[in-house]
């Protein structure tokens, strides 16, 4: 989960949870990527009204504005092979999680 203002966390479905990423400049700037990268790609997303866990070997993308709530799903084969529109969106999200997880293996 990233915010427009720089806030990130990471939620998983086992329950565990990283959160407070807004604390550190690294994590601040990678969520505001991603968010800014979401208000481009949503354009081309769905309007939904339900949050379902992406499908096997999918990856699913949601983004909730003020105009709305929208995702897209894609295959991870595509996206690993540089087939896929949604690539640099799945990246810049990549790289959220990786610094929330370097910064939480630092603490």
């Given at each position: 989960m990233s915010v427009a203002d720089g806030n990130a966390s990471i939620y998983v479905s086992s329950g565990g949870a990283i959160i407070g990423g807004v604390a550190h400049e690294s994590i601040r700037k990678a969520a505001m990527d991603f968010v800014g990268q979401g208000d481009t790609y949503v354009k081309k997303m769905t309007s939904v009204?339900?949050?379902?866990?992406?499908?096997?070997?999918?990856?699913?993308?949601?983004?909730?504005?003020?105009?709305?709530?929208?995702?897209?799903?894609?295959?991870?084969?595509?996206?690993?092979?540089?087939?896929?529109?949604?690539?640099?969106?799945?990246?810049?999200?990549?790289?959220?999680?990786?610094?929330?997880?370097?910064?939480?293996?630092?603490?």
């Amino acid at each position: 989960m990233s915010v427009a203002d720089g806030n990130a966390s990471i939620y998983v479905s086992s329950g565990g949870a990283i959160i407070g990423g807004v604390a550190h400049e690294s994590i601040r700037k990678a969520a505001m990527d991603f968010v800014g990268q979401g208000d481009t790609y949503v354009k081309k997303m769905t309007s939904v009204d339900s949050f379902p866990l992406p499908g096997k070997d999918q990856a699913r993308f949601y983004v909730l504005t003020n105009r709305g709530k929208y995702s897209i799903e894609e295959d991870m084969d595509k996206i690993e092979n540089g087939k896929s529109y949604w690539e640099s969106l799945f990246y810049s999200g990549d790289r959220v999680i990786t610094e929330l997880r370097r910064i939480s293996e630092n603490k």
